[in-house]
């Protein structure tokens, strides 16, 4: 079975902020495959189904961004799913707004939900989708920023954004995913 997993902050509070694009692409990728995430357990909300007739996972940690890893290992401990089998969902600063960048290993670099992964799974190889929310103006409170909300202008973007991160990680499911990388990395605009 394919894990598909989302970071973001749970609670309406922060529902739609750049911090939980991770979500807002689980949720679309719920609502494209028709997959309920009513399932409660391991610190997550989840729920299963099928891709093309291969079995899926969708995942929304449910402890705060930095906390991801401590319900994530468990859930993937349970349902025997192995670390090269998951692909995760989280927003980048250091991408503009509409870029993607999929890649199969790499740090934490300064992401929280990432780096806690990273040290639940004992490893950094494995598959992911960043999505690019920019940088606050230079000077501007980057946690103030990454709570915040995407602006009018950027909020068609996101639609655009969030369609095509759920289309690559439906791919994910039953392409080879160096064959997703190289049909969605890059600017949403370009493809």
Do not use: W
């Not at 099928?50 to 859930?75: A, I």
């Not at 791919?171 to 370009?190: A, L």
């Amino acid at each position: 079975m394919k894990c598909i997993i989302g970071l973001g902050n749970p609670g309406r509070k922060y529902e739609k902020t750049r911090h939980n694009i991770g979500f807002m692409v689980i949720d679309r990728l719920s609502s494209d495959l028709g997959i309920g995430l009513s399932q409660n357990k391991f610190k997550c909300s989840y729920g299963a189904g099928y891709v093309n007739g291969k079995k899926v996972m969708l995942v929304k940690p449910q402890t705060f961004m930095n906390l991801s890893g401590e319900g994530v290992r468990p859930l993937l401990d349970y349902y025997k799913i192995a670390v090269e089998d998951i692909l995760v969902l989280y927003d980048d600063l250091d991408l503009p707004v509409g870029k993607l960048r999929l890649r199969q290993k790499g740090s934490g670099g300064g992401h929280n939900g990432i780096k806690s992964l990273n040290q639940h799974l004992a490893t950094d190889k494995y598959k992911r989708i960043r999505i690019g929310i920019d940088r606050p103006d230079p000077g501007g409170s980057i946690t103030g920023y990454v709570l915040g909300r995407f602006t009018k202008e950027e909020s068609a973007l996101i639609d655009k954004v969030t369609a095509r991160s759920a289309e690559a990680s439906a791919d994910f499911v039953t392409v080879p995913f160096q064959d997703v990388m190289t049909e969605y990395n890059g600017d949403v605009n370009e493809q």
